[in-house]
């Protein structure tokens, strides 16, 4: 048994996946590199990236399982699970061996596992759609903060891209420690330096528009008037709105 | 703006526009334009959810709650002794602009209490709309309240700048709406739905040979009814939203369990539960006709005028039609599977695709998100053969109420008790 390790990205699977098949008789395990559950026996390989080899398998792909595939192995590899690398070589070894069908055999369990895993990435784009909460600093950017559960900052870009095309805004994943930001042109991925005494989750006079908080203000008051108190179901609430993204929603700050 | 003033009118007007249940903002094509704000071309989206667990998904607010209307049902009511205020144009612009640019919402719901007459203003509800689209370039989702009785001119152009336009029947019969809304006259909610169904097939037509025909309300109508306020059955409900569906291409009808608001002995008196469980029960008999290919009679009809609050309304119709079970989920068509209790239409589509690899067992309808506890029932597998099923409707019924927990089981109780007394 041989452990692949790569980089974390993309790219870096999908060099892994091209490593493994070059070598078809033996078994590979592919492994991010900050992962440190390896085995005690078996073999550890660097796999370092290269951008040609990452194209090949992908255009490789495209042609067999065309961008349904592709997008498949993408949205899994977000999830950042653990072992679900392993799921992705497997799909792409069947594609190969038995044609692109077999990716859609839901009674295979770890094709099944695929299909799960997009289903919780998809909720998740889809909650930061509906969850980012921007605020407009004096510097007349929207600012967000969220701390997603899987990486979906790439795949929420184009939403917003194509909603928000006259501000300027910036969505910050504050667990990954990047963001998109929007210069009326172009998004760009970037990484900021916050400093020390930064809080996202308070709105400061110093770095917030004078009538942030008064909108903010106001979007409370029509949170609290537009329920119905005599039909209240907190259940539903939670399962809704879970409260590890309360945080940053502005509707959900103390007063 | 003054935000203490607007802050006000904003707790008045969103309470009282609060029972309005509709919030969608999906189905619209309207894109960013000249790159303008805003985009309506995707899925809806909730924003958040109030802690009634309603989706917060447009700014739903009332112009006004000034109204010249006396309907016993409706809290902005003439007589009732309530805070009145009204928004101006430019307050509704700016609150919907300031609160979409922040992601909060999808876009904006507009309703308003009738003050002078239908025209007045439907007029001002127009305003704002165009005001939005043609200053502002918005391009979010715009939800416009049809005022019953608006000319036909006004109806042509608020279609122009709207997403979607609705009139609410809100009392399913005539009969209630003479009891309830007696200045209110049948046939005036019915001319701005026809008017606005016309209008959306002329433009369709247009569109076919000029492309640069504007959309017409591009996400259709929608009506509401209130249920429980007045004595009609699930039967009269449905049959209803169905000449609705039908007559008016409607795209949504939704149904609105009456909030006790009112002393007024024509209606349930203040404190009465609201009929939830009805209401969610009416909302999966209308998912059913919409896409499961059920006629509003075969779950519906003179015998059984009224839904089991039991159990849904699929698995009640399988158990009073045994005749077409067990289905063979390896061989049956995507119709019938869609009619085993406990299949979904996505669990439908996945049983497709997984059985031309194998013949699938209950193992694999289990991973694949069958509800077994119904489904089980029903359905032959590999695994499963004819001699394996109880047959006997009523012994299944028992055995499917054991074995569940439903969330609603202490307001079946309380609800059965009314009707069989």
């Known amino acids: 048994m041989i452990t692949l390790k790569y980089d974390g990205t993309f790219e870096g699977l999908l060099c892994s996946v091209f490593y493994a098949f070059g070598r078809r008789q033996d078994e590979f395990h592919i492994q991010r590199n900050n992962q440190t559950q390896s085995s005690l026996f078996g073999q550890e390989i660097g796999i370092s990236t290269e951008t040609e080899k990452a194209t090949r398998v992908l255009n490789g792909l495209k042609k067999t399982a065309g961008n349904n595939g592709i997008s498949l192995l993408y949205r899994s590899f977000l999830s950042e699970q653990p072992k679900i690398e392993d799921n992705i070589l497997h799909a792409v070894k069947s594609i190969y061996d038995k044609g692109a069908r077999s990716i859609k055999d839901h009674t295979d369990p770890q094709i099944l596992r695929l299909y799960q895993t997009v289903k919780m990435v998809n909720r998740e784009k889809h909650r930061m759609e509906a969850f980012v909460r921007f605020r407009l600093t004096k510097d007349d950017v929207y600012f967000s903060s969220i701390e997603p559960d899987f990486d979906v900052l790439p795949l929420i870009k184009k939403h917003f891209h194509s909603r928000y095309a006259d501000q300027r805004w910036l969505i910050y994943d504050m667990k990954r420690d990047y963001g998109i930001y929007y210069d009326l042109k172009n998004v760009e991925t970037m990484q900021m330096n916050f400093g020390e005494d930064f809080d996202a989750t308070k709105t400061s006079e110093h770095i917030f528009a004078l009538e942030e908080i008064a909108f903010q203000d106001l979007w409370k008051e029509y949170f609290s008037s537009t329920n119905i108190a005599s039909r209240k179901n907190s259940p539903l609430h939670i399962r809704h709105v879970p409260k590890r993204y309360w945080k940053y929603l502005s509707e959900k700050q103390p007063a | ?421």
């Open chain 2, 1 to 421: 703006m003054s935000f203490d003033r607007t802050k006000e009118k904003l707790k008045i007007l969103a309470d009282a526009a609060k029972y309005d249940v509709s919030c969608s903002s999906s189905g619209s094509n309207r894109k960013n334009k000249n790159k303008g704000l805003g985009d309506s071309t995707g899925m809806g989206i909730c924003h958040t959810y109030t802690e009634d667990g309603r989706c917060v998904s447009l700014l739903k607010i009332l112009l006004t709650n000034y109204c010249i209307f006396d309907c016993a049902y409706c809290v902005t009511r003439k007589s009732n002794d309530i805070k009145r205020a009204a928004f101006t144009v430019q307050e509704v612009v700016d609150l919907t602009i300031n609160f979409y640019r922040r992601n909060y919402i999808e876009g904006l719901f507009l309703s308003s209490g009738i003050f002078k007459n239908a025209d007045y203003t439907m007029e001002r509800l127009v305003r704002v709309a165009k005001k939005l689209r043609t200053e502002e370039n918005f391009n979010g989702y715009i939800h416009l309240k049809s005022i019953p009785g608006a000319s036909d001119e006004l109806m042509a152009e608020a279609g122009l700048w709207a997403d979607r336009l609705s009139v609410n029947i809100e009392i399913p019969s005539k009969k209630g709406l003479k009891l309830l809304a007696p200045d209110k006259n049948f046939d005036d909610f019915i001319k701005p739905m026809k008017k606005v169904k016309n209008e959306i097939i002329q433009y369709k037509g247009e569109r076919k040979l000029i492309k640069s025909t504007p959309t017409y309300a591009p996400a259709g109508q929608s009506t509401q009814m209130i249920v429980g306020a007045t004595g009609e059955s699930d039967f009269q409900v449905m049959k209803t939203a169905d000449y609705f569906y039908k007559q008016f291409s409607m795209k949504r009808v939704y149904y609105s369990g009456y909030v006790s608001i009112s002393t007024d002995s024509r209606l349930p008196q203040l404190g009465t539960a609201v009929p939830m469980l009805r209401e969610n029960r009416l909302y999966q008999t209308d998912w059913l006709m919409r896409f499961y290919g059920f006629d509003v009679d075969e779950l519906l009809n003179k015998n059984t005028p009224f839904l089991d609050l039991e159990v849904d309304p699929k698995l009640s119709w399988a158990l009073r039609n045994p005749q077409y079970f067990p289905i063979d989920v390896n061989k049956a068509s995507k119709t019938e599977l869609a009619r085993i209790p406990g299949v979904g239409l996505k669990s439908v589509h996945k049983i497709l695709q997984a059985r031309r690899f194998k013949k699938l067992t209950m193992e694999h309808l289990k991973s694949i998100g069958v509800a077994l506890n119904r489904a089980r029932y029903f359905m032959l597998t590999a695994t499963r053969t004819y001699n394996d099923l109880e047959l006997n409707p009523s012994t299944v019924r028992a055995r499917i109420l054991s074995n569940s927990t439903s969330k609603f089981r202490n307001q079946t109780t309380n609800q059965l008790s009314l009707f069989t007394s």
